[in-house]
């Protein structure tokens, strides 16, 4: 595919699209190898590895047992050795599982050894509620890995950005973990058949607005562009800002868009108390305080595990509503 | 009508060292051991045997073993200090001869029965095989093997009805204390105890065999495959390695053939004296023991006064003939 | 087939015995005085184990190494004066002052690092030697752990990995009896961590760690059978600490008697060495004291260095978090 001239957009769905960008890097680089538990034989349990078996073979795609410390390490080490691991951790709700790797191992090898370390790993892995899996793979939990300095994370919504983050994760040379989300596998949208990246570290302003800023992330991001057309009839013009990179986190343009437009929220999927937003409104308050006309919102799961049951669901997942309403109360609307 | 009490001597050590990778084996490991003895003393049990006395081992595997019996027997560690080494295991010899027993399972390979005679020269014993190199131990099922031992502590079956001395190599060492061989006693070339496995045939430079068993292991192999001996002629076989004589394609150790230079060959009878010179090793029964220094002298000796092997399958055949395990139906479902 | 260690590699292993002796003296007097910062974890006593591996060793295989690490850094050719001046916190050290005792590395070397986390090398390990299977490249990883670590999942996983994967690893559990300051015994149920190989698809060898040559064959055995495409071994060393968990005296805990700790400074894995070395003329007293005293002169050399090397730069505080090309 890198050898296609054309970079004539397709419509793929997000998990495609996911795909796409693996199968692109390891065309691209030799030293590139996926890992993972059930990614070789079955083509991932979500299909996101789908006939990367077939056409690299079992050198280069290989299933791992049911051991995620041991996967993590084994990446770390490949890392520090000269390949170039795409890892996957099925659920990010394995974290639990693996922690010391990424957090002891992973995030500050390179940093303890003076800089003696290169550690090029990707880590994939599946965030979000909303398909009934309960409280154990159901999470969002970038907060975690965000307060890790050593590790870049990023959170694309989009299928464009999740093949342009795979790409990218993989080209940088640092540890990169690429959180996707598992209600949006279907998600259609357009995609270049070339290689390319969302660059690292940079936001994109999905909808410009004027005096109204959200910033949402992962899922939240399509809730919050539909929350933005509700707002319109009550003459809210609301900027979408998406950082698809959590960290390094791009301050400038969230600050940019709140000194125009004075007011700002922040969505996401996680539980709200310590979420990622609460960074995001401090940076907001400390850097753009004097523009602010109301407080800054901030959206996310209440303080509760993910529930199972169909009717509870529902209620702790943020959406397009929730996010309106809360708007319009911060709003004074 | 109890002879004595049966005792145990079980080598935490047996069937770990470094010939495990060479012989394509993995480690046999001490919940096995522990289990092997269990079955074996379940086999006593059922010859009636009661009486117990063990060697109080670092990883306590004959204490874990005995564990679940001890309602229904009677045993007792032998007082000897745990020390992780083969010194153990001759230390638990002396003690289980002292405290009077009747025969002994020893688990473990040719080295463990080779320590063990060396604080009981002329013991009864029961070998199983848990070890690596295996000449002297039979295969033999733990359970039969306990039943062996059960009829000879309790006096079904005379010790000398199925048991006679085997051949052994007594070995002096100038101004050092002596030692032992049941198999072989091998003069090498190298200069380090090291990991004791004996892997190089080119390092042989002169062998002492109480019995060449072609169909063996070891050095032992190498005179059976070119004139065997058994356990049951007198004498024994010297072999001196170097060019001028045969070629022998031996399996020096577990999983491993190889070429062996023999110069020559001869018959060695009881009582003979054979003097050798440092430097070298000296290497019992497939392990390097004892470090011979430049100039220094030691004698191989075959004697036949080395412990007494029970023959598990004669042991039961007279049992079987003398009704041990035989009663008559009361004509009622009848549990033993 | 691993042939007998000749009389140079005897003499490789003596030296790197020497250098792992005296440089762990003298870093415990001086942790101990309070000249070096934090916490540093001894291996006196184990010295056979490092040695008689890593001669084996070249500086394209891999190692991972444990919170006891100067050794087997050491023993891989890790270099007196940048190592001291990292236990100093130097911008000359190892690690620019950033990793310590706990951290301490040498990538060229393939020394992947002390690691401050137990049980935390395998798994790395296991990554290297997938690396070195991946690029074909005939190099082997060696790894370290304690009979601590060997209750750690992440040590399962590893060796699991391994086993599934037969890579070309060799797992060297240094069991010296202790985790931290709990005995064996009450760690857990086995005495020879060398048992759970076969769990591992793996040989299990047990091997006397306080005996440099036994050490020497049996990690020549499992090093070739890795290099050669045979697969992963466990090879547990028995050895034994001769200080504290962490420190000389350390924490002053009464964990062990005095007399278990004379017991087995009887079977020290240096004066073994020097008694055989010295009956079979390998080398001669005067030969081994020369090599003491270069190995104190080096030292003398590498504390000056690090007495006289800058402090890192504040400056530098936040360099290396990423990678920036």
């Not at chain 1, 990614?39 to 990367?52: E, I, M, N």
């Amino acid at each position: 595919m890198a050898e296609a001239q054309t970079t004539e957009a397709r419509t793929l769905p997000y998990v495609a699209a996911i795909t796409e960008g693996i199968r692109q890097v390891l065309l691209e680089q030799e030293n590139a190898f996926v890992a993972g538990e059930d990614v070789a034989g079955a083509g991932g349990v979500y299909g996101s590895f789908k006939g990367l078996l077939a056409e690299f073979g079992e050198r280069r795609v290989i299933d791992t047992p049911i051991s995620e410390a041991g996967i993590i390490g084994l990446g770390v080490g490949a890392a520090a050795t000269g390949c170039r691991p795409i890892i996957d951790l099925m659920f990010m709700d394995f974290l639990g599982e693996c922690m010391d790797e990424v957090a002891n191992q992973m995030a500050k090898m390179r940093f303890m050894f003076g800089g003696a370390a290169q550690l090029p790993i990707t880590v994939l892995t599946m965030a979000g509620a909303g398909l009934n899996l309960a409280a154990q793979h159901s999470q969002s939990l970038e907060a975690w890995l965000c307060h890790l300095p050593g590790l870049k994370v990023m959170m694309p919504a989009t299928p464009y950005d999740a093949k342009g983050s795979i790409i990218a994760a993989a080209r940088d040379s640092n540890p990169v973990f690429v959180i996707l989300n598992k209600m949006s596998l279907g998600l259609p949208g357009e995609v270049p058949e070339d290689p390319y990246e969302v660059p690292i570290g940079v936001a994109n302003i999905v909808r410009p607005g004027t005096n109204f800023t959200i910033v949402a992330f992962g899922r939240m991001l399509h809730e919050a562009l539909t929350a933005a057309e509700d707002l319109k009839a009550d003459g809210i013009d609301t900027e979408v800002i998406d950082p698809i990179t959590l960290q390094p986190f791009d301050t400038d343009t969230v600050i940019d868009s709140v000194k125009k437009t004075h007011r700002a929220m922040i969505v996401h999927e996680a539980v709200r108390f310590a979420g990622f937003g609460a960074e995001i409104a401090a940076q907001i308050q400390e850097l753009a305080f004097d523009y602010l006309d109301a407080p800054v919102a901030r959206v996310g799961a209440p303080f509760s595990p993910v529930p199972f049951s169909p009717g509870l669901e529902p209620h702790y997942v943020p959406n397009a509503k929730t996010i309106a309403a809360e708007a319009r109360r911060t709003l004074g609307l | 009508m109890a002879i004595g009490p049966i005792g145990i001597a079980a080598n935490p050590a047996s069937g770990k060292d470094v010939r495990r990778l060479v012989a394509r084996a993995s480690v046999f490991d001490n919940q096995e051991k522990c289990a092997i003895i269990r079955r074996a003393v379940v086999g006593a049990m059922a010859a009636s045997a009661r009486e117990f006395r063990f060697l109080p081992d670092t990883h306590g595997i004959t204490e874990a073993a005995l564990e679940e019996f001890a309602t229904e027997l009677h045993f007792e560690p032998v007082d000897s200090p745990a020390t992780g080494s083969a010194l153990d295991t001759t230390r638990a010899a002396r003690g289980l001869k002292e405290a009077g027993c009747a025969v002994v399972i020893t688990l473990g390979g040719d080295g463990t029965n080779r320590a063990f005679a060396l604080g009981w020269h002329d013991a009864p014993l029961v070998p199983v095989s848990t070890g690596t190199n295996n000449v002297f131990p039979r295969f033999v099922e733990a359970t039969i093997a306990g039943a062996a031992a059960g009829l000879i502590a309790t006096g079904a079956v005379a010790l000398e009805e199925v048991a006679k001395p085997t051949k052994v190599i007594c070995v002096e060492i100038e101004d050092e204390k002596d030692d032992l061989a049941l198999i072989d006693a091998v003069l090498t070339r190298q200069r380090f105890v090291g990991s004791r496995a004996l892997l190089d045939a080119d390092q042989l430079q002169l062998a002492l065999l109480t019995r060449a068993e072609p169909s063996a292991v070891g050095v032992t192999a190498i005179g059976g495959l070119i004139q065997p001996v058994s356990e049951d002629a007198d004498h024994g076989l010297l072999l001196k390695m170097g060019e001028g004589g045969d070629i022998v394609y031996a399996p020096i150790a577990p999983g491993l053939y190889q070429d062996v230079s023999v110069r020559s060959v001869a018959a060695v009878s009881p009582g003979e004296r054979i003097e050798i010179r440092g430097p070298g090793v000296l290497a019992f029964d497939g392990e390097r023991e004892r470090i011979l220094k430049p100039g220094q002298k030691a004698w191989l000796r075959l004697e036949r006064n080395g412990p007494r092997v029970v023959d598990t399958q004669r042991t039961l055949e007279l049992a079987a003939c003398r009704g041990v395990f035989r009663r008559k139906s009361t004509g009622e479902t009848d549990a033993h | 087939m691993t042939s007998q260690p000749n009389d140079d590699t005897l003499r490789d292993m003596h030296r790197r015995m020497v250098r792992i002796r005296h440089f762990e003296e003298t870093a415990g007097k001086m942790m101990e005085d309070g000249k070096i910062p934090g916490a540093l974890h001894l291996y006196v006593g184990q010295e056979a184990i490092a040695a008689g591996i890593m001669v084996h060793l070249a500086d394209t295989d891999q190692i991972t190494s444990t919170h006891r690490g100067h050794g087997h850094l050491i023993a891989k050719g890790g270099d007196f004066n940048r190592m001291y001046a990292e236990l100093f916190g130097k911008a000359t050290g190892y690690c620019k002052g950033k990793g310590g005792s706990m951290h301490i590395c040498d990538m060229d070397l393939g020394m992947l690092g002390a690691n401050g986390i137990v049980g935390a090398g395998p798994p790395i390990a296991v990554g290297a030697a997938f690396a070195n299977k991946f690029k074909d490249n005939g190099a082997v990883a060696v790894t370290f752990f304690g009979d601590g670590a060997s209750n750690e999942g992440s040590v399962h996983e590893a060796a699991n990995m391994a086993g599934l994967f037969k890579l070309p690893i060799v797992m060297v559990c240094e069991n010296n009896g202790y985790g931290e300051y709990t005995a064996q015994k009450n760690h857990q149920a086995i005495v020879d961590v060398a048992d759970r190989a076969a769990g591992y698809g793996m040989p299990g060898v047990v091997v006397d760690g306080m005996d440099v040559v036994a050490v020497y064959e049996a990690a020549g055995e499992a090093i070739d059978r890795a290099r050669s495409g045979g697969g992963p071994t466990l090879l547990e060393c028995k050895t034994y600490r001769y200080y504290d968990h962490v420190g000389v005296r350390g924490m002053g805990l009464s964990y062990r008697t005095d007399e278990e700790v004379m017991e087995w400074k009887k079977r020290d894995p240096i004066d073994l060495f020097e008694a055989r070395l010295s009956e079979q003329d390998i080398m001669s007293k005067d030969d081994m004291a020369a090599v003491h005293e270069t190995v104190k002169g080096e030292l003398d050399v590498a504390i000056q260095f690090a007495n006289d090397s800058p402090m890192p730069d504040p400056s530098t505080l936040l360099d290396d978090v990423y990678y920036v090309a």
